[in-house]
């Protein structure tokens, strides 16, 4: 432990207090934060606390949850509050390193999730200089920052993708491009049924339904399925095939994206239909951004077997989905703009990605004392 940290005991510098539960009254009209075991959960008319504390989740999923609270605020009997805090601690630094010191690991491990106050009471925890507090503390929410922005800027673009596709989509349907039945323009199939292996057969890797997400596939977890050597050929996936779900849930009915051959020899499960395009009139692209725009949303919702929360098509409504068809000019416009805004999209994403990896380095490495303040800002103000 670095010299001028000190390690206490958490009863000594916190007094925590359950929180109190909420009547009926104190929802209306209100305008302070509730804080209950999930964190914010609402709205109250009265404070239960004036000053800045912080909370930690007391039952449920999330005990042991953190939250910083700024302002006056509620709290429920779901959570603990830090009635008093003892002098010498920055706010920001202590939410920081709770969260880090990860107190769900506490909680009880019979019946509801529950973390009891006087088992944090037994815990020991570090405790910097001040001045070296707030210099970690501005160092990591710096970080979350930089990671709440970059997480902004994917929704944005990505509702800007959604915009430019309903308008482009609804400009070409208004337009003078053929509408036609999606069978005339590409061939529609079915994956293999599991547990109809045959003689002689040959395991092969395929994709589920957890694998076609919306615009991607994801082949981080692939499974296999043994098939007859004679049925490999009419399964197998080709390098442009658009892969689109069935349903179930009702945000999987009609989800897909084009497969890009990564894996070959490849195939698909009976929940998933295989499109391969004539691409000489459709390009795959253009398929997959119809099928995912409102339009194509619109469809598979009007013509699906519907249930409570549950929502399936079969291949003949697919086939007679009706698509626009203009120029390949046309279409290769747009889905290169498509694609420029996945890039940026991408681009994005993977810089939210390696913040938080950053960041949960540099928590490690700075709240344990392991690494210097000066050395972690050196860092971040490379970046």
Same mark, same amino acid.
């Given at each position: ?152 800027? +994917? =929704?944005?673009? %990505?509702?800007?993708?959604? *915009?430019?596709? /309903?308008?482009?989509?609804? #400009? $070409? ?71 689109? +779900? =069935?349903?179930? %849930?009702?945000?999987?009915? *009609?989800?897909? /994206?084009?497969?890009?051959? #990564? $894996? ?120």
């Amino acid at each position: 432990m670095p010299a001028k940290w000190k390690e206490v005991k958490f009863a000594s510098e916190f007094t925590l207090s359950s929180g109190l539960a909420l009547g009926r009254h104190e929802e209306a009209a209100g305008r302070f934060p509730v804080f209950g075991g999930n964190g914010l959960s609402g709205l109250a008319s009265r404070p239960l606390t004036q000053k800045p504390t912080f909370v930690v989740g007391r039952v449920g999923e999330y005990c042991g949850s953190v939250h910083m609270v700024q302002e006056p605020a509620w709290v429920t009997d779901n959570a603990l509050w830090a009635r008093s805090i003892s002098p010498g601690w920055d706010l920001g630094y202590l939410v920081h390193y709770l969260q880090w010191y990860d107190l769900g690991r506490f909680r009880s491990r019979t019946g509801q999730p529950l973390v009891i106050q006087g088992e944090l009471g037994k815990l020991r925890v570090r405790k910097p200089p001040i001045g070296e507090q707030r210099r970690i503390a501005q160092i990591l929410d710096t970080l979350d920052r930089w990671i709440s922005n970059a997480g902004i800027v +994917t =929704e944005k673009l %990505d509702k800007i993708a959604e *915009g430019l596709t /309903a308008s482009e989509f609804h #400009r $070409i349907g208004k337009g003078s491009a053929p509408t036609v039945r999606l069978s005339s323009v590409a061939s529609v199939n079915s994956g293999v049924t599991l547990g109809t292996e045959t003689g002689g057969a040959i395991a092969i890797p395929y994709l589920r339904v957890a694998n076609v997400q919306d615009g991607f596939i994801d082949t981080t977890e692939m499974k296999t399925v043994r098939v007859g050597r004679a049925d490999v050929r009419r399964y197998l996936l080709q390098a442009g095939d658009v892969l689109l +779900t =069935e349903g179930g %849930d009702f945000d999987k009915l *009609g989800r897909g /994206a084009v497969w890009d051959g #990564r $894996i070959n020899p490849c195939i698909c499960q009976n929940h998933v239909f295989r499109v391969r395009c004539d691409q000489s009139q459709v390009i795959p692209g253009y398929l997959a951004a119809y099928a995912a725009s409102a339009a194509g949303k619109r469809y598979f919702l009007s013509i699906a077997k519907q249930t409570t929360n549950l929502a399936t098509i079969n291949s003949t409504q697919l086939k007679a989905m009706p698509l626009p068809v203009p120029s390949l000019a046309v279409q290769q416009a747009l889905v290169a703009v498509l694609e420029s805004h996945k890039l940026r999209i991408t681009a994005e994403t993977a810089r939210r990605d390696q913040l938080r990896l950053l960041k949960q380095g540099l928590m490690e490495d700075l709240l344990s004392g392991r690494v210097r303040v000066s050395e972690a800002e050196a860092v971040v103000e490379g970046l």
